[in-house]
């Protein structure tokens, strides 16, 4: 069973939830918000996290899909995240695509991880 977390809940976020829950071979651990999380409610009733106590969940995570906006969050977040967790972001900003991969792929062969970036 592959354990997956999700970081950042909008629209992308909800599709990931809604995603995995199609999957029998997928079960989703929670949801990491920087918003507070008691006023998060998911769709499938999954548990919703602080986002600063991510790295509580380490051994709890397999893969941490990265679901923030590519102008702002994800050239943060993805680094940030792909240091402690293997990581699945959809950033698209395509000019910038190279200068986020180089930033990624430092933090994740830093942690050990691997990260896949631009996806979907």
Same mark, same amino acid.
């Given at each position: 069973?592959? +354990? =997956? ?17 199609? /999957?029998? %071979? ?6 990491? $918000?920087?918003?507070?999380?008691? $006023?998060? @409610? !998911?769709? $499938?009733?999954? &548990? ?10 380490? /051994?709890?995570? %397999?893969?941490? =899909? ?5 102008? !702002? %969050?994800?050239?943060?977040? !993805? &680094?940030?995240?792909?240091? +402690?967790? /293997? ?5 698209? $900003? *395509?000019?910038?695509? &190279? ?10 062969? @830093?942690? /050990? *991880? ?7």
């Amino acid at each position: 069973m592959l +354990r =997956i977390a999700i970081a950042g809940y909008g629209n992308l976020g909800r599709g990931v939830e809604h995603a995995v829950a199609q /999957n029998p %071979d997928m079960t989703l651990v929670g949801v990491f $918000t920087r918003r507070d999380p008691s $006023t998060v @409610k !998911t769709v $499938t009733g999954a &548990p919703v996290f602080a986002l600063s106590d991510v790295t509580a969940h380490k /051994n709890d995570i %397999d893969v941490m =899909i990265v679901c923030g906006g590519s102008a !702002t %969050d994800l050239p943060e977040m !993805t &680094p940030a995240l792909a240091e +402690r967790f /293997n990581v699945v972001d959809s950033f698209d $900003t *395509h000019a910038k695509i &190279p200068e986020h991969f180089e930033k990624v792929d430092a933090a994740a062969l @830093k942690g /050990n *991880h691997v990260a896949l970036i631009s996806g979907g």
